[in-house]
C-alpha cells in the first residue's frame, strides 16, 4: 500500500465477537504494551462473557501496576467488577513449591531437573490444571516476551518428551529404577509407577489443553508490536512460530503509533512519524488478512481501571487524528499558534532588552 491513509480500519471486535473462544493469548516483543493490551482485553471480554480470568506468566509482573491492585498465583477478583479475576504465576516459584525437597516429591524434583525445560513444563502443568477446575468462560494471558512465549508453547511437546525419556529409563534399567527411589530416600511404597503416575496424569492435562490450543475456534493470539524494525521482525518470527504449531492468530495490535495532528512543527516528530510510516505500510503488505489495530502513543501512562476502561475505546473503533492536514480549520489553528509564539517571543525580547539597559 502507497501510505497509512489507504489502510483498511481495524479493531478486536472479532475476538468479543468469537463466543466459542476459552483461550486468549496476548504476546510480543518485550516494552510494548503487552499487559495494557491484554488486561484492556480482559475488561472487554468481561463486557460480553459470564466470568473472565486474566492470568500473568511473565515473571517480572505488571498486571498489579496496570490494575494498581496486588494480585498472587490465586485468582483475586478484580476491584469494580463482579465477573473479572486475575492472577499472577511465576514458574519458577511454583515448581519449586510443587517440588518439596523430602520424600518422593524430592526424587521427583531431582530427576526432572535433569531433563532440559521440564521443571517449567510442569509448573505450567499445574497451572493449567488449576485453571482447568475453574468454572471461567475465557482466560486470557498476558505472556512474557516473545521468546519465554514460545517455550511456553513448546511445554506439551517438552512434557512428552520428558515422560517418554524416563519410560525409556524404566524399560532399560528395570529394578535398577526402583533402588533409585530407595538412594534419594523414598519410601518402599514408592516406585516408578507412582512417578510415572503422576507425570501421566499431568501429561494427560496438558495433552488435552494442547488440543484445545490448536483449534482455533477455542484460542486465538494476539500479536502486540510496536511500528520499529525490530519490533517488525519478531513479530514476523512469533507469527511463523505460532503458524508451525498451529495456533490461530489473526489480529494484531500496533501499539505507540504517533499520529499527524500536533499543528505545531517538530522535526523530532516528522522524522519518527515518517519512520512509523514505513513500517506500517510494512506490516499491512505482509499482515493483509489479519484484523490490525493501530493505538495513538499517549503522554501518560495507562494505569488503573478507569485509564484502562477509557484507552479501551480506542480497540474497538479505529484512532482518528483530531487534526486533518490542509483543512481550512488546521490552517487557522496554526496561524493562531504561530502569532501566540510571536507575542511571546517580542516580550520576552522586551524583558532582555531591559536587562541589558540596566546593565
Given amino acids: 500500500m502507497g501510505s497509512s491513509d489507504e489502510m483498511p480500519a481495524g479493531t478486536v471486535k472479532n475476538i468479543l465477537e468469537q463466543e466459542s473462544l476459552k483461550w486468549v493469548f496476548v504476546g510480543g516483543k518485550g516494552g510494548v504494551g503487552k499487559t495494557t493490551c491484554s488486561s484492556i482485553m480482559s475488561i472487554l471480554l468481561a463486557k460480553v462473557r459470564l466470568s473472565v480470568l486474566i492470568i500473568s506468566t511473565d515473571p517480572a509482573h505488571n498486571l498489579s501496576d496496570a490494575f494498581q491492585q496486588r494480585f498472587t498465583k490465586t485468582p483475586t477478583l478484580i476491584n469494580g467488577f463482579t465477573n473479572l479475576y486475575a492472577m499472577e504465576v ?140 525490530l519490533s517488525l521482525y519478531e513479530t514476523e518470527r512469533l507469527v511463523q512460530e505460532l503458524t508451525k504449531f498451529e495456533i490461530d492468530t489473526h489480529n494484531i495490535i500496533i501499539n505507540q503509533v504517533i499520529f499527524d495532528e500536533e499543528v505545531v512543527e517538530s522535526k523530532l516528530l516528522k522524522a519518527r512519524m515518517q519512520m512509523q510510516r514505513k513500517y506500517l505500510d510494512q506490516f499491512y503488505v505482509l499482515y493483509d488478512d489479519f484484523n490490525i489495530t493501530k493505538l495513538p502513543l499517549l503522554p501518560q501512562e495507562v494505569c488503573g481501571v478507569q485509564a484502562l476502561q477509557a484507552f479501551s475505546q480506542h480497540f474497538l473503533t479505529q484512532y482518528e487524528a483530531s487534526i486533518q492536514r490542509g483543512t481550512v480549520e488546521e490552517v487557522e489553528q496554526r496561524v493562531s499558534i504561530l502569532k501566540e509564539q510571536l507575542q511571546g517571543a517580542e516580550s520576552e525580547l522586551e524583558i532582555v532588552k531591559k536587562g541589558k539597559q540596566k546593565a
Avoid: W
Fill in 90 to 229: 511465576d514458574p519458577n516459584v511454583e515448581n519449586e513449591e510443587n517440588l518439596s525437597s523430602d520424600g518422593a516429591d524430592g526424587f521427583m524434583s531431582d530427576l526432572t531437573n535433569s531433563i532440559p525445560g521440564i521443571d517449567e513444563a510442569m509448573s505450567f502443568g499445574e497451572m493449567l490444571k488449576l485453571v482447568q477446575t475453574m468454572d471461567y468462560s475465557v482466560i486470557v494471558f498476558d505472556t512474557a516476551p516473545t521468546g519465554h512465549t514460545l517455550r511456553l508453547l513448546q511445554f506439551p511437546s517438552t512434557l512428552e518428551k520428558g515422560l517418554s525419556k524416563l519410560m525409556s529409563l524404566r524399560n532399560k534399567f528395570g529394578g535398577l529404577f526402583t533402588q533409585m527411589t530407595r538412594m534419594f530416600g523414598v519410601g518402599d511404597d514408592f516406585g516408578e509407577d507412582d512417578i510415572l503416575g503422576k507425570l501421566e496424569s499431568m501429561k494427560d492435562v496438558i495433552e488435552q489443553v494442547n488440543r484445545q490450543f490448536k483449534d482455533p475456534d477455542l484460542t486465538t493470539f494476539i500479536c502486540v508490536c510496536i511500528p520499529e524494525f
